[in-house]
C-alpha cells in the first residue's frame, strides 16, 4: 500500500514536545496538520513554538523564509475534538497510560471515517491492548517517534495482533515519505529499541555496582574505544533517571521477571534521592554550575618498548598490529593462538573470563587482557585488565606498548568481559532473540539501533565483524562466571554458529 497523499489530513492529539515535534515533521512533508490539545490553548501555543523553531533555521540559513511560512501555515490549532472527523491518520501522543488511551481510541473509532488510520506514538504499551475492544482493531497501530522528533531519523511501526499488513506498509511508507527510516517491528514489550537497548545501560550500571571502575572511566571506555557518543552514566543523566529506570521496570515486568533486565538498584537509589540527572542538576555527574566534571583514570609508563611477538591472528585486534608498525614499533610474527608478548607480559582480547581464570587455566604468567574497540585502527583509549599474579613491570610493558600505539590506557578491576566486550556481546544477544522471535529482522534491529539511539555500529553487523563464535563464547564464559540466566546466548546465535552463518 502506498504512502498516504501529501494532500491527506493529519491530525497530532497532543501538543506535548513529541506531539508538536510530529506536528512539525507532518507539516514540513507538505500535510496538511491539525493540532488538538485539551488543555485550552496548548495547540496554538505549540504552534508558536513551532515557527519560533523554524525562525531559528531560517537565521542560520537552513530554511528559506517562504518554506517557513508555508509550514506554518500548514499548521492549524483544532479547538474542539469533533474538528478531528475528515482526518486520514490520527497520531496521539498523549500521555503513557492504558486505560486513557484505549478511551481515546474509542471516541476517534466514532468520530473518523472507517478508512483513517490511527496510530499511537507510545513507546512502552501494547498495541494489542490498546485495540481491544474496538469495533475495528485492524486500523490501529503503533508509530514510534524518537525525541526530538523533526532531527531523530527512526520511526518504529509497531504491528498489534489485529493490525491490518497494509496499514502498516502505508505507514512505512508515508515514514519514508516523510524523510525518515522506519522499522516494522511487532507489538512486544519495549517494541525494538527500549529491548535491545537495555544491556547497554544494565552492564556499566553493574561493573559501577562490582568496582570495576568508576563512572567517569566507563564512559570514557565506551566512546573512546567502543564508538558510543555518550557512555552510559551520561546518557542516563540526559534521559532522566526516572525515565530511564522506568523504562527499565516496564521492560522487566512485561518479561515477568527476566533477569535479563532486571533494573539496578543503584539506579532506583538516584531516583529515590530525587538525583535525576540534568533536569535536577545531579545524576551520576554533579551538574551545578562550577561543578568539576570528574576525568577518567588512566595508566602512564616509562618502560622503554621497542618490539614484540604476535602469535597467530589477534582477530578483530588484528589492525592494533598495523597501528604498532607504524608507530615503529618491531613486530615478530609467529604461530599461535592470538596472543602478543612485549618483555614479561602477555596480551590476549577478553573471551569473558576472569583474568586471573584464563592466566590459570592456559597457563599464562602475566597475563594482560584487552578490551574491544569497534575500529583498533582508529580508538583513542583502550581498557586492560590483569590476572593477580600479574606483575607491575609486565604491566607496565603493556601499558608501554599500547601508549606506542597511541592509545591512553584504561585499567579494570578483574571482571569478566570487561567493559566494551561485554556490552557488545549483550546487545548482540538480546538483538539475536528479538529476530528469533519476529519482533524484526535483522536489518531493521541493526537500523533501529543506530538510526534510533545513534550506536555506531548496528548490533548483529558488530557481531558479525567481531566473530559469532567469539561472541557465543564471551557470553558463556559470562554466564559461568557470574551462574546467571542474564548472560544465558540467544538460541538463534547458538544456530547461527552450528551452520556457520552470519546475521547479514
Known amino acids: 500500500m502506498p504512502a498516504l497523499n501529501a494532500s491527506a489530513t493529519v491530525v497530532v492529539i497532543g501538543a506535548g514536545a513529541m506531539g508538536a515535534g510530529i506536528a512539525q515533521v ?22 508558536d513554538g513551532i515557527d519560533r523553531q523554524l525562525g ?103 504491528s498489534g495482533l489485529a493490525s491490518d499488513p497494509a496499514l502498516a506498509q502505508c505507514l512505512y511508507e508515508t515514514a519514508k515519505a516523510w524523510g525518515k527510516q522506519p522499522v516494522h517491528t511487532k507489538s512486544t514489550p519495549g517494541f525494538i529499541v527500549n529491548r535491545v537497548a537495555r544491556p547497554f545501560y544494565a552492564e556499566s550500571l553493574r561493573l559501577l555496582q562490582e568496582g570495576a571502575a568508576d ?33 527499565t521496570c516496564s521492560v522487566f515486568d512485561a518479561y515477568y521477571g527476566d533477569f535479563r533486565f532486571q533494573p539496578s538498584l543503584i539506579q532506583k537509589e538516584l531516583v529515590d534521592a530525587g538525583r535525576l540527572g540534568r533536569k535536577s542538576g545531579r545524576g551520576f555527574y554533579d551538574y551545578a554550575e562550577g561543578a568539576e566534571r570528574p576525568h577518567p583514570a588512566e595508566l602512564a609508563s616509562d618502560a622503554s618498548v621497542e618490539s614484540c611477538v604476535v602469535e597467530g591472528s589477534l582477530g578483530v585486534a588484528e589492525p592494533l598490529v598495523q597501528r604498532l608498525r607504524e608507530a615503529g614499533v618491531n613486530v615478530v610474527r609467529r604461530d599461535g593462538t592470538g596472543l602478543l608478548r612485549v618483555g614479561d607480559a602477555v596480551l590476549a582480547l577478553s573471551d569473558g ?4 581464570q584464563r592466566a590459570r587455566e592456559d597457563g599464562l604468567a602475566n597475563l594482560v587482557l584487552i578490551d574491544l574497540a569497534l575500529d583498533y585502527a582508529k580508538a583513542a583509549r583502550l581498557g586492560i585488565s590483569c590476572a593477580a599474579a600479574t606483575s607491575e613491570a609486565a604491566r607496565d610493558q603493556a601499558v608501554a606498548l599500547l601508549q606506542r600505539a597511541g592509545l591512553k590506557v584504561s585499567q579494570l578491576a578483574d571482571i569478566p568481559g570487561l567493559a566494551v566486550l561485554r556490552t557488545v556481546a ?68 547458538r544456530r547461527q554458529v552450528a551452520e556457520g552463518r552470519n546475521f547479514r
Open 26 to 47: 507532518a507539516a514540513q512533508a507538505g500535510h496538511p496538520v491539525r493540532l488538538y490539545d485539551n488543555r485550552a490553548g496548548a495547540a496554538a501555543q505549540a504552534i
Open 426 to 493: 549483550m546487545l548482540a544477544n538480546e538483538g539475536a532473540d528479538a529476530v528469533l522471535q519476529g519482533v524484526g529482522t535483522a536489518a531493521d534491529i541493526d537500523l533501529a539501533m543506530r538510526a534510533g539511539v545513534n550506536y555506531p555500529q548496528g548490533p548483529l553487523a558488530w557481531a558479525d565483524a567481531i566473530g559469532l563464535a567469539v561472541v557465543l563464547r564471551t557470553l558463556e564464559n559470562l554466564q559461568a562466571a557470574y551462574g546467571e540466566e542474564r548472560y544465558r546466548p540467544s538460541l538463534l546465535l
Open 215 to 247: 563512572c567517569a572511566t566507563l564512559d570514557a571506555l565506551m566512546r573512546d574505544a567502543g564508538g558510543f557518543r555518550m557512555g552510559a552514566f551520561e546518557l542516563t543523566d540526559l534521559i532522566g533517571h526516572d525515565v530511564n529506570y522506568a523504562v
Open 353 to 356: 573470563r576472569l583474568a586471573s
Open 56 to 158: 531559528r533555521l531560517v537565521e542560520k540559513g537552513k530554511l528559506d523564509a517562504e518554506a517557513r511560512s508555508a509550514i506554518v501555515a500548514r499548521l492549524q490549532p483544532a479547538e474542539a475534538i469533533e474538528a478531528l472527523a475528515d482526518a486520514s491518520l490520527v497520531i496521539e501522543a498523549i500521555v503513557e497510560n492504558l486505560e486513557v488511551k484505549r478511551g481515546l481510541l474509542r471516541q476517534l473509532e466514532a468520530l473518523c471515517s472507517a478508512d483513517c488510520i490511527l496510530a499511537s506514538n507510545t513507546s512502552s504499551l501494547s498495541i494489542t491492548s490498546l485495540a481491544a475492544g474496538l469495533q475495528h482493531p485492524g486500523r490501529v497501530l503503533g508509530m514510534h517517534f524518537f525525541n526530538p522528533a523533526p532531527l531523530m531519523a527512526l520511526v518504529e511501526i509497531v
